[in-house]
């Protein structure tokens, strides 16, 4: 069974329909993009997924649990985690502190065992922090742990976008143009941190990305959306030669 | 350890202030008894300044509330002080007056603590939905209808006011709740949970999408922040042994909130500076007669021009004792 399985899915905003009936299924351990034109319905895709808008119709079911229309909060302990297509840092936190936010789901201490500082809460915070160190440092961002999250340059502040999202230990991580505003130079190295994250992790990786270089390069299987429904799912050789994602691209001729 | 020696540390040397400022050490170090007051009320400025960051300056939530939960404090604790306090007072028999005075504020504190924060509960499970400029409406709104609520209890006083309070708070017990209500917000923010109110001020959306269930952070930041108030309002009554609702309208409201801009949102020592300020500056202005609110406002405004984000910002004043660090900028290394 699917990781995740989306069937037959619309959302519909009005007369507006943002997604049509789509079906979608990802597996654990791959690597998948979703590409379309502006305005396609890609970033409604992932807000229905992550639960800030409730499906018109159709089921969404995540480790074959439904999950259509619950809490945002309640689906990323389920383990979906997401990046947002304009960046969204805790900019006047700590780098360090951005992980640890994440990390809070996870953790079992609260209000009042603060206020106590009991053992627990002390133990939990100490293991929180040496396991957002490692994570930063993955992510090679460890020397910057104390800096505040808005001083960060562009492209380490997207790399700590998805740092903070692996804190919640997804099972499925949502990639909303990680790619965006970044040099090839930094889109290479982006690839290559994407590919190494899902072999060590093990998760599935769906991105959104308008970069067709870092689609084409990383992604295992693509999936086309157009005006809200599906134009093809394929392998990236295939989608490129596929001649309906053409035109939905470029027009008809 | 170390924590224990200084709350006992802290809890002497109140308790010699409050000697000496009495007069209890010899005349020479007594102060007179307007000044004694101003030092009073801005101990309870604090806890009422250092509770209200909890909301408006850490979870970034703009209450206009917080006279209501006071308000709240006071009268319910004094309602205890002065209906049940002969009864507690003759089952203590076997104590000193003193210790049964301070046992009697204590529980009084204690109760209207507690009735404020399921206050808290009430206004803030519907209120903390709204941002910005709506919560601001709602929560002014719920202040004062607390305010007027209490007014039009006749048990409590109603527009005469609730006189005859016994004077059970003293410098000792202001400062001692002032250093509690600091110690319960700085351990707060400084813990897993109190990172999740940050990142609720900093963005809301981004923290439910990691796992933050905002409304329950919300309405616990809320609940804490009013039982804060409720001590500070109970501290309020049992000092001034009056307590009349015009002291608890929107307009208190805003005066904790003066208090926290100008002393820096989201910052603990900041608020106690505010406070403090807010006082003196007040106080200090009386030589000014007719002049004085002219230029108390005069200067709110020189310090919000010359600095905006509050005299200490975000920041804590220790971060201003040692020098700023700037990390080393390392190139990154390459994957793997």
């Known amino acids: ?253 | 350890m170390r924590g224990f020696l200084l709350s006992v540390g802290l809890v002497a040397v109140l308790y010699t202030l409050n000697a000496a400022f009495t007069g209890g050490l010899g005349p020479a170090l007594a102060i007179s008894p307007y000044f004694l007051q101003v030092i009073c009320l801005a101990g309870i400025n604090v806890i009422l300044a250092v509770s209200l960051n909890l909301i408006n300056g850490f979870t970034g939530q703009f209450s206009i509330g917080h006279a209501g939960f006071m308000a709240i404090g006071a009268y319910a604790s004094a309602f205890v002080t002065v209906t049940f306090g002969e009864k507690v007072r003759s089952a203590l028999s076997f104590l000193p007056m003193e210790a049964r005075n301070d046992i009697l504020l204590v529980v009084a504190l204690a109760v209207g603590a507690v009735l404020a924060a399921v206050a808290g509960f009430l206004v803030g499970v519907p209120s903390l939905r709204l941002r910005g400029d709506y919560l601001a409406i709602v929560t002014l709104g719920f202040g004062e209808i607390i305010r007027v609520f209490i007014l039009n209890i006749d048990a409590v006083g109603g527009a005469r006011g609730y006189a005859g309070i016994p004077k059970l708070a003293n410098f000792f017990w202001i400062y001692f709740f002032a250093a509690v209500t600091i110690l319960i917000v700085y351990r707060i923010v400084r813990s897993s949970f109190g990172r999740t109110l940050v990142a609720i001020r900093e963005d809301e959306i981004a923290a439910e999408a990691m796992g933050v269930d905002t409304t329950r952070s919300k309405v616990i930041s809320f609940v804490v922040s009013s039982a804060m108030a409720g001590v500070g309002g109970g501290l309020f009554g049992h000092y001034l042994m009056y307590l009349h609702t015009n002291s608890f309208t929107f307009l208190k409201s805003i005066e904790i909130i003066i208090m926290i801009v100008i002393g820096g949102l989201g910052s603990i020592t900041g608020s106690v500076l505010g406070a403090v300020l807010y006082i003196a500056m007040t106080e200090g202005l009386r030589e000014a007669a007719q002049y004085r609110m002219i230029l108390f406002s005069l200067l709110l405004i020189v310090i919000m021009i010359v600095r905006p984000q509050g005299i200490l910002g975000h920041r804590e004043f220790a971060s201003f004792l040692t020098r700023r660090r700037r990390l080393p900028t390392v190139p990154p290394a390459p994957i793997r």
């Open chain 1, 1 to 253: 069974m699917a990781l995740l399985d989306l069937s037959s899915v619309t959302m519909r905003f009005g007369g507006l329909i943002a997604v049509n009936e789509l079906d979608l299924q990802l597996d654990a351990g791959h690597l998948y993009g979703l590409i379309g034109p502006n305005g396609a319905g890609k970033t409604t895709v992932f807000n229905v997924i992550t639960g800030v808008y409730t499906p018109t119709s159709g089921k969404i079911r995540f480790n074959g649990a439904e999950i259509g229309g619950q809490k945002t909060v309640r689906i990323t302990r389920r383990g979906i985690a997401r990046t947002f297509q304009n960046i969204r840092l805790f900019g006047d936190m700590s780098v360090v502190d951005n992980v640890k936010v994440a990390f809070h789901c996870r953790q079992g201490a609260d209000v009042g065992a603060a206020v106590l500082r009991s053992p627990k809460h002390s133990s939990e915070e100490a293991r929180v922090e040496r396991e957002s160190l490692e994570l930063l440092k993955i992510f090679r961002l460890e020397s910057l742990a104390g800096e505040k999250a808005r001083n960060l340059p562009y492209g380490s502040q997207r790399r700590l976008e998805i740092a903070r999202a692996m804190a919640t230990s997804p099972k499925l991580l949502l990639l909303d143009e990680p790619a965006a505003g970044m040099n090839p130079h930094e889109a290479q190295e982006l690839m290559d941190l994407i590919r190494w994250v899902r072999d060590r992790f093990g998760m599935a990786i769906l991105l959104v990305e308008h970069n067709m270089k870092v689609v084409m390069g990383i992604c295992e299987i693509v999936h086309v959306l157009d005006y809200g429904s599906t134009v093809a799912i394929g392998k990236p050789a295939e989608i490129q030669a596929n001649p309906e994602v053409i035109e939905a691209y470029l027009g008809g001729a």
